[in-house]
């Protein structure tokens, strides 16, 4: 076994630089590194197959998706019955409501235009935070609102109800006036 030395390994590096091989240590036991690295790839590997057909790989492909098909099932009809479980739970509301699904949005705002029939204008000031400046930002909706009763004026404080379309801009609804304008 030849001496390592500090001029034989660099001899060995620039010779390994040249040819673009690595220089090949030998372990005590006499395999390489490289040989110790190929013998773990080749566990990891799975085992070689042999001529496969495309009727076959078809075959095994519709083996896999039925299974994954069978796991979604399984997985669907379990949510299911958690859904139907926390349904049962929950009771049921008094009366069926004029809203689809979900829950209608309620605002507050003052009325600033009460001049058309069954109709009024509702500013609602909104401030709110900037996620990422933080700033306080403050802005104003405008909302037309159906007053069936001509209830509201102008200067009111008023709740609204989130509706069906009443006409081209109408969509929401005076369910109270909260405040009469002095």
Excluded: F
């Excluded at 090949?24 to 690295?37: H, K, M």
């Excluded at 496969?52 to 078809?58: F, K, N, Y």
């Amino acid at each position: 076994m030849a001496e390592e030395s500090p001029e034989n390994i660099v001899d060995e590096v620039e010779q390994a630089a040249e040819t673009g091989d690595a220089p090949q240590v030998a372990t005590p036991n006499g395999e390489t590194r490289r040989d110790r690295l190929e013998a773990r790839r080749a566990v990891r590997r799975p085992a070689q197959r042999g001529e496969v057909t495309p009727e076959q790989r078809d075959e095994e492909r519709r083996a896999r998706r039925a299974a994954t098909a069978k796991q979604r099932r399984a997985y669907r009809a379990k949510l299911k019955e958690r859904r139907a479980a926390t349904q049962s739970e929950r009771t049921p509301p008094a009366e069926a409501p004029e809203h689809g699904p979900g829950r209608p949005r309620v605002r507050q705002g003052v009325v600033t235009s009460a001049k058309g029939d069954k109709t009024i204008t509702v500013k609602i000031d909104v401030v709110r935070r900037h996620r990422r400046y933080h700033k306080i930002l403050r802005s104003t909706l405008k909302l037309y609102a159906h007053d069936e009763a001509n209830d509201a004026n102008e200067g009111d404080t008023v709740r609204v109800v989130e509706c069906r379309p009443m006409s081209a801009t109408k969509r929401w609804r005076l369910t109270e006036v909260l405040e009469r304008a002095k």
